[in-house]
């Protein structure tokens, strides 16, 4: 059995930052390829960032260079580090795993239930 749970959304006004953090438990152990989704009430879920096994980091095109994704493999964690945060980036955020890699793509098998980021103007 795979468990994923985020943690550390929040509200807070546009230009201010937060710290998503992200742990993926699992019964058999092994390696999880991570990454981080959003959806936004009538929106599709989209991929914000996700790192590869060798440390290399994707990110959406509206996040890059604001938003940092980085691991910490021996707690088999995953962070989300977001700054200068707009009302646009308001969303449900999503922590996803897998042992298959997926990057921005949502093919992974295990979701968390999500933490809410809210940016007010």
């Known amino acids: 059995q795979v468990q994923v749970v985020e943690s550390g959304g929040g509200s807070v006004q546009a230009g201010g930052s937060l710290r998503l953090s992200c742990t993926v438990s699992?019964?058999?152990?092994?390696?999880?390829?991570m990454g981080w989704f959003r959806q936004a009430p009538g929106k599709e879920r989209e991929g914000v960032a996700a790192?590869?096994?060798?440390?290399?980091?994707s990110y959406a095109d509206s996040v890059k260079g604001r938003f940092t994704i980085s691991r910490d493999n021996a707690k088999n964690t995953l962070y989300l580090q977001m700054n200068s945060l707009k009302p646009e980036d308001t969303a449900m955020y999503y922590c996803a795993a897998d042992q298959v890699q997926w990057l921005l793509w949502p093919g992974y098998n295990y979701w968390g239930q999500g933490t809410q980021v809210t940016v007010s103007s």
């Open positions: 790192i590869d096994s060798d440390a290399t980091t």
């Open positions: 699992s019964d058999t152990g092994g390696y999880y390829y």
